[in-house]
């Protein structure tokens, strides 16, 4: 692992690792969890989230970052953007069902649901023994419990995939950052 003045670069300035990841989650969760549906995660808005991250992480510490160190950063940023977004998506569907008195959040579940009842349905067609497991897994997604298996199961996905595409963004800065370091040349 490489050292610089008793330093173990791979391991990195955890203090400036978070408070970089924290500043880029919370300017990756707004966009995330108020102006786009939960369905609708703008992936390059992420792998940018990353990308900033590790710059970010960069300028706090002055040293270049591994691209395994990138990942991490990248990858904490997005476990903290996946966490409040989720928690704004949360906030606008509460008030927008109680305080704006309208049912798109359900609506959202519903037709999720419902078009996931249908290709059960569609499957279920092709082989007639399987027709009244069909039909019973088809009641569920319509029902109260099959909506919140829907939502967190889709929260899941969400979550997932926000790590994964900002993790990469992270690995990519580091690259990036990478590249554009200057080899030092020897005096003799």
Request: charged share 10%; aromatic share 8%; no cysteine.
């Amino acid at each position: 692992m490489p050292q610089t003045a008793g330093r173990n670069l791979e391991s990195g300035s955890s203090k400036a690792a978070i408070l970089s990841a924290l500043t880029v989650a919370a300017l990756v969760a707004i966009p995330l969890g108020l102006l786009s549906s939960i369905y609708d995660s703008g992936r390059l808005w992420v792998v940018g989230g990353g990308i900033a991250a590790v710059f970010l992480y960069r300028r706090r510490v002055g040293a270049v970052p591994t691209g395994r160190l990138g990942w991490r950063i990248g990858g904490l940023a997005g476990l903290l953007a996946a966490f409040f977004s989720l928690a704004l998506f949360s906030l606008r569907s509460v008030i927008q069902h109680h305080a704006l008195h309208s049912n798109e959040p359900e609506l959202q579940v519903h037709s999720l649901a419902q078009q996931l009842a249908v290709a059960v349905n569609q499957a279920s067609r092709s082989n007639p023994q399987t027709a009244d497991a069909a039909a019973q897994l088809a009641r569920f997604w319509r029902s109260p419990d099959g909506a919140a298996a829907m939502a967190m199961w889709v929260a899941a996905m969400f979550t997932f995939s926000v790590v994964l595409f900002s993790a990469a963004g992270g690995a990519i800065g580091a690259r990036i950052i990478g590249l554009g370091k200057k080899p030092e040349r020897s005096s003799h």
